[in-house]
Structures are given as C-alpha cells and as structure tokens.
C-alpha cells in the first residue's frame, strides 16, 4: 500500500518524562523510549470482553459483549469487532497528552455493508466540560468522506476528522498516526486538561474490523524519520475557520 504522507501540525516538542502509573486503566511504558501504551488487549474476562472498559450503554450491554472479543493471530492480541453499532470505552488513564500528544493504532478491516458511515472510529477524550461531559476527537474511517475532511461537532457531537477512506484495504493492518494535543487546542481554542478523559472505539453495524494497540509518544513526527507500517495521516489539507 502507498505511503501516504499526511503530517499532522505540531507546534509542541513532547518531553520525555516519567509519570506514575497507578490505578485502573494505567497505561505501561512500551520498549521504545517515549512512548505509553494505553491499550494492547493482553486482559480479557472470561467472555472475552476486554478488562477495564465499558459500554456506551449500559442497557445493550449483551449486544456489546458479543460484539467486541479479544482475539489472538500469530502471538499478538487485537480487539475483534462484528457488527457493534455501539461504542466501548476506556477511562481513568494515566496520560498527560500535552507530554505525550502523538497517538498512534491499527485497525484491520474485513468486512463494511454498502452504506456503513462510518466504518469506524477512534475517540479521543482530552477534556470534559462543565457537565462533566467528555470532549472528544473522533477520527474516522469513512466509507465516502475524503481523507483529511473535517466536521465540526456540536452540543452533543464531537468533531470528527477523517484519517481513512474507502472500503479498502481488506485483510490488512492499516496504522494511524495525529497529533492529539495539538487538534484539541486547533478545535477547541483551549488547552485540554492536565490528564486525559480516556479514549473510545467504535466499529459500525454489520462492519468486522480489528483495533491493535493504541499507543502514545512524545515528541513530534517530521519528514526525515523512519516511516511506520501503512498508513500516515494528519491534519494535511484539512483546515478549521
């Protein structure tokens, strides 16, 4: 698959520090210096619903046990979604997005029905508000929106900004890459709290995609470092009144 080489706007060099890691959801330090994984679905309940997240809605619990499992291909674990139509979400994690802004995963698609808009999402929660209601990102994978379109959010919505396009590819790890922290301020004209909300995935109905490991890192990406699997994405031409 090409390379596609859309940077995200970064005006932040991320420190690398150490942070405590403590509590529920706590995310752990990866290899490679730099860098937190907030999830990389080693846990799972006896279902194989993935310990510490929740569902969107408590009264289509069932629906969403049965529609997100981890599951495990050549030693690594993903998380498997079929036909969810739901979100499942991840709180209380220990991550400060203004040292680490840079958050990087993979999705796999199998499977989208003709209409499914969108295909799938990630949501990143950096903030609440005054009703103590999530402020989020959701980048999207987007059956018929181009690659870098922006939608602003609403009341009840958050912003959504398409990372992916098309029904295509099939069977393979696509690896997304924005810069967070710096979205957040270029939307919602503040900086984000000190500690993130959480984050939140969400695959359409009759949709089959996998989610890898969702990590973050500090620093900033440019031209001239090492590329990353398949996919590169950003802001690119996208651009916010």
Known sequence: MAMKMFVAAIGLLGVVGLCSVMGVGAPAYANEAGVLVLEDFQSADQDGFPIDWQHENQRSQAKGR??????????????????????????????DPKVYPVLTWRWRLHKAPSGSEPIAALYASLDTDLMFIPVFTKYIWSAGKPEGTFVEGGMFSGSELVVQSGVLPVGEWVEERVNVYEDFKRIH?????????????????????????VTVRSGKRGFGEPPFVEGHHGWGDATID
């Open 66 to 95: 049965d529609a997100y499992k981890i599951q495990s291909q050549d030693g690594k674990k993903f998380l498997a979604a079929k036909d969810a139509g739901q979100r499942v979400k991840k709180r209380k994690i220990d991550w």
């Open 189 to 213: 004209k503040h900086e984000p709290a000190e500690k993130a909300w959480g984050i939140s995935l969400f695959a359409g109905p009759g949709v089959e995609i996998d989610f890898g490991t």
